[in-house]
């Protein structure tokens, strides 16, 4: 049976039962991805604090923060989505989508899953929605970026039919450890230090 894109697209909240059982009750688990809403802000940037820890993915860990949840709530609600699942947060996926020239690209910028319930499909899930919406959007190609190190999704994406794998080199400098910048660090310390003992002027 021939099956309307659009149908699908257009049905904000799509619940499914994932195959899996859940091993604690023997039932199955119902997963339902929708748009994330104001409430999921907090949950969302929590549970990423506990997946992108600086041990283990360093550069994920320092550019996760609240304002990067906020910021793509706000900029682009339609690409946040929450996996909700028996009431609790199951993960989230926040992306974009970036129009050059005459072509789009769908732009996955975060991806996680609760530990409580990964390998389950759930980003599985997540990201299918995420790809139909943007192909609503023009998106024809895909975008996704993590660290090397990171074994677990780059399988996820293999998996999921993403490749062509490129590698990007992020280069790091202790500013106080540096001979000129080091200086001008000081150089503000000093001044901060100068107005804060600074007594205020009774006169203008
Ligand atoms: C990557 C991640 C999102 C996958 O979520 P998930 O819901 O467990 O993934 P799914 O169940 O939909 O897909 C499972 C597939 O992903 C890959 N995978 C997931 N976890 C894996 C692991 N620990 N080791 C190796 N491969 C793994 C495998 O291909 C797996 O298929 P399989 O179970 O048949 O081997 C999840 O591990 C996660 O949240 N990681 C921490 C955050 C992160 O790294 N995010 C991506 C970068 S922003």
Not at 33 to 43: L, V
Not at 117 to 128: H, I, M, P
Not at 142 to 169: E, Q, S, W
Request: proline share 4%.
């Amino acid at each position: 049976m021939a099956i309307d894109p659009k149908t699908i697209l257009e049905i904000p909240t799509e619940t499914t039962e994932l195959d899996n059982l859940d091993i604690v009750s023997g039932k199955s688990l119902e997963v339902a991805i929708r748009e994330m809403a104001i409430d999921d802000i907090a949950p969302v940037y929590h549970l990423g604090e506990n997946l992108f820890t600086s041990e283990l993915y360093p550069y994920l860990y320092r550019t996760w923060d609240e304002w990067e949840v906020i910021g793509l709530y706000n900029t682009d609600p339609e690409y946040c989505l929450v996996a909700e699942i028996d009431g609790q947060l199951g993960g989230f996926v926040l992306g974009t989508v970036i129009t050059k020239s005459s072509w789009t690209y769908g732009y996955i910028l975060w991806l996680g899953v609760s530990p409580d319930f990964q390998r389950l499909g759930v980003a599985d899930k997540l990201v299918d929605k995420i790809v139909e919406r943007m192909i609503e959007e023009g998106a024809r190609s895909m975008l996704v970026d993590t660290d090397p190190t990171n074994t677990a999704a780059i399988n996820f994406f293999t998996r999921k039919g993403f490749g062509n794998a490129r590698k990007h080199i992020f280069l790091s400098m202790n500013l106080t450890e540096h001979e000129y910048f080091g200086k001008l660090i000081a150089y503000e310390r000093d001044k901060a230090e100068r107005s804060r003992h600074r007594r205020p002027s009774r006169f203008p």
